[in-house]
């Protein structure tokens, strides 16, 4: 009977930290995976937020280019907004829809958009705003691409999660070693044990 206690005692003390263990890196590899989801959240928040900012400043800037006719400082207001790396396209139009002044790189997408196609991510996504003064002047769009943010953000997040992967596979090669004891074998030629 005393025998069986200590065998059942020294199981329990061998498979107790392997079972702590596991629950430990499931508990984090969880809590990782929400983390994960949270951040990307957060990150289509944020790109938002910055679109509607970005949108508002250049409604001001345009409106005041608008009021007085300047059609030349309106084209050189959308190339110099198509600087920005999140910015694809400027597009001005007027009251009446004409487009009036556009970006360089915009000349590839009119053909599209008179067409009606158009292909969007949720970080690939046109913001059209309404310029008004007492009346309604025109219209300004802009392509946003926040594409080159979101893959940096992707791959910090594939690096924390490979490394809690390889805190998993460390975890299991120590778990195995626990459990699978080796003592080498010193037999050296004329060493006798005593």
Do not use: C
Request: charged fraction near 20%; hydrophobic fraction near 40%; aromatic fraction near 8%.
């Amino acid at each position: 009977m005393s025998t069986m206690i200590s065998r059942l005692k020294h199981t329990v003390n061998r498979l107790l930290p392997i079972f702590m263990t596991i629950v430990l890196l499931l508990i984090i590899f969880n809590s990782s995976i929400v983390r994960i989801y949270k951040n990307q959240q957060v990150m289509s928040q944020h790109v938002e937020e910055i679109a509607r900012g970005f949108m508002s400043q250049a409604v001001l800037s345009t409106k005041i280019l608008l009021q007085q006719g300047q059609r030349q400082g309106l084209r050189q207001l959308a190339e110099q907004m198509e600087e920005n790396p999140w910015v694809d396209q400027v597009l001005v139009y007027d009251n009446h829809g004409q487009l009036i002044a556009h970006s360089k790189s915009a000349q590839k997408i009119i053909p599209e958009l008179a067409a009606g196609e158009n292909d969007t991510s949720p970080y690939q996504s046109p913001y059209v705003a309404e310029i008004r003064d007492q009346q309604l002047l025109g219209y300004l769009r802009i392509n946003f691409n926040a594409q080159s943010l979101i893959d940096d953000f992707n791959e910090r997040q594939r690096d924390n999660l490979a490394f809690i992967l390889m805190l998993l596979l460390g975890a299991m090669v120590v778990l195995y070693w626990y459990n699978h004891p080796t003592t080498p074998s010193l037999r050296i030629p004329g060493l006798k044990r005593k």
